[in-house]
């Protein structure tokens, strides 16, 4: 079955230094590949998805993920955080077939310091 | 462009009740998800409708129900609420075409169940 994982619960950076935050799937065939974020008490923002072509996808804020097959990973990266950035950030695969659905890893908490 | 909107943004509930959540996709989109985001649990996918038909469930009793109007809006309606129904619920909307579609969230209701 497809699955997704962030290993990391809640990472912790500085206004200003790099940041990159972890996901692996678990999947089949060629999976797409989806990053939200979501402020407190807030709904999902999408970020950026990769389905096929360059696997350095660009997204808003100035987030980018890269997509390794051979590490079934698709890790979020940011050359510099924002204080604004701190929220939590979800990875996602689409389930494929005729399922429809995402299945979304636990996310991982994102504290800016100042 | 309006995106995804969802109605209450509040509801409370006592336990045995009904509860009915509403959401209206954005314009074009004819597919409408929708996901519990219950503490501890993650994000859960709960029902897929496109076209008026439901085409997906997830692992939920059947006490989770919905149905799409003609105009590509949706109504969840969970009977028989338990305390463990608390929980943020997010509508999702897309083109409806599953493998290579994305999913744009509205921002929630939550329903709290006493």
């Known amino acids: 079955a497809q699955s997704v994982t962030q290993p990391d619960i809640h990472i912790t950076v500085s206004e200003g230094a790099s940041l990159e935050l972890r996901c692996n799937y678990s999947?089949?065939?060629?999976?797409?590949l989806f990053w939200y974020v979501q402020s407190p008490g807030q709904g999902l923002q999408l970020l950026l998805k990769?389905?096929?072509?360059?696997?350095l996808v660009q997204g808003i804020k100035g987030f980018e993920a890269e997509f390794k097959r051979s590490q079934s990973s698709f890790n979020l990266r940011k050359p510099s955080v924002h204080w604004s950035d701190a929220a939590e950030y979800f990875c996602a695969v689409e389930a494929g077939g005729s399922q429809g659905n995402l299945i979304f890893g636990k996310g991982t908490k994102l504290s800016v310091k100042p | 462009e309006a995106g995804v909107t969802q109605s209450p943004t509040h509801l409370i509930k006592t336990r045995g009740q009904q509860a009915t959540l509403r959401c209206s996709p954005i314009?074009?989109?004819?597919?409408v998800y929708w996901y519990q985001q219950a503490l501890g649990l993650g994000l859960q996918f709960l029902l897929w409708?496109?076209?008026?038909?439901?085409?997906n469930r997830g692992n939920f009793p059947p006490r989770f129900s919905g149905r799409q109007f003609p105009n590509y809006s949706s109504e969840l309606n969970v009977n028989a609420l338990e305390l463990e129904d608390s929980a943020l619920y997010l509508c999702?909307?897309?083109?409806?075409?599953?493998?290579?579609?994305?999913?744009?969230f509205g921002p929630g209701t939550r329903l709290t169940v006493l």
């Open positions: 409708y496109d076209e008026g038909e439901e085409r």
């Open positions: 999702a909307s897309s083109f409806g075409l599953a493998g290579a579609d994305t999913q744009y």
């Open positions: 314009s074009g989109h004819t597919s």
């Open positions: 999947y089949g065939a060629t999976p797409y």
């Open positions: 990769y389905f096929s072509g360059d696997t």
